[in-house]
Nanobody, 127 residues
Framework: QVQLVESGGGLVQAGGSLRLSCAASGRTISSYAMGWFRQAPGKERECVAAISRSGGYTYYADPVKGRFTISRDNAKNTVYLEMNSLKPEDTAVYYC????????????????????WGQGTQVTVSS
């Protein structure tokens, strides 16, 4: 079992920045790809960024490319999401998750490929 705790969310004005953290416990996450997802009211959960277990490969959803950066510190068992130039449409609950598979270069943005989830952190961007 692995427990994930997200932090760093909050209220920010459009154009501002936030840095989300996801701290894992119960299992080392260094063998697993990780993902950041978000879910806005009335919408499906979507992956915004994913990172391979080494950090060498990353994927981003088109709406956040160039604005969000995913990174990880395996020594701290933590994954980060740096969010810049935030827009009102980025408002959502943000979740981190652990990939269910172990593979050295795997990076997936498919929700069903992830099996452990945090409780989420609210990000609200005002216009």
């Amino acid at each position: 079992q692995v427990q994930l705790v997200e932090s760093g969310g909050g209220l920010v004005q459009a154009g501002g920045s936030l840095r989300l953290s996801c701290a894992a416990s119960g299992r080392t996450i260094s063998s697993y790809a990780m993902g950041w997802f978000r879910q806005a009211p009335g919408k499906e959960r979507e992956c915004v960024a994913a990172i391979s277990r080494s950090g060498g490969y990353t994927y981003y959803a088109d709406p956040v490319k160039g604005r969000f950066t995913i990174s990880r510190d395996n020594a701290k068992n933590t994954v980060y999401l740096e969010m810049n130039s935030l827009k009102p449409e980025d408002t959502a609950v943000y979740y981190c998750a652990v990939d269910r598979a172990i593979a050295p270069f795997r990076v997936t943005m498919t929700t069903n490929d992830y099996d452990y989830w945090g409780q989420g952190t609210q990000v609200t961007v005002s216009s």
